[in-house]
């Protein structure tokens, strides 16, 4: 067994997890700000995001809902709704190797910005993950 109790025939390793931030508001944002919309997640272990998605839970009475996923300060992707989304509408977008790789204890952000939509509609941000293999692990 190693010290963090998982190990390379560990069947969870390469299989994809998904984790969803707290369900928040499409309300109104002012174009030049950035606001914390929905809590943080914290890498347990090293990882890879390979896509994010937003998904709107309710039909919206028009404008338009902009959010951003971030790994620290840098920006992992922009996912945006426009017009009037309908009741179950999903945005999805991938992320870079390269930007997406994760080590324990890195913080991912959901940031909202450039909002006008309607305040009445909300979303899920979820993000799909594949823990990475480490030689500390055994």
Avoid: H
């Amino acid at each position: 067994m190693s010290r963090t109790g998982r190990t390379y025939s560990d069947p969870s390793y390469g299989s994809r997890k998904e984790w969803s931030f707290q369900r928040v508001s499409m309300g109104t944002r002012a174009a030049d700000t950035m606001v914390l919309a929905a809590g943080v997640f914290t890498a347990v272990s090293p990882m890879l995001i390979k896509r994010w998605k937003i998904v709107c839970d309710a039909t919206t009475n028009g404008g338009t809902s902009t959010w951003v996923l971030k790994k620290g300060t840098l920006a992992l992707g922009t996912l945006s709704f426009v017009t009037n989304p309908t009741a179950g509408t999903v945005v999805a977008g991938t992320c870079d190797a390269t930007y997406g790789t994760c080590a324990a204890g890195t913080v991912i952000y959901l940031y909202s910005s450039l909002s006008t939509a309607d305040p009445a509609g909300f979303i899920t941000a979820m993000i799909e993950y594949e823990e990475i293999f480490d030689v500390s692990d055994n």
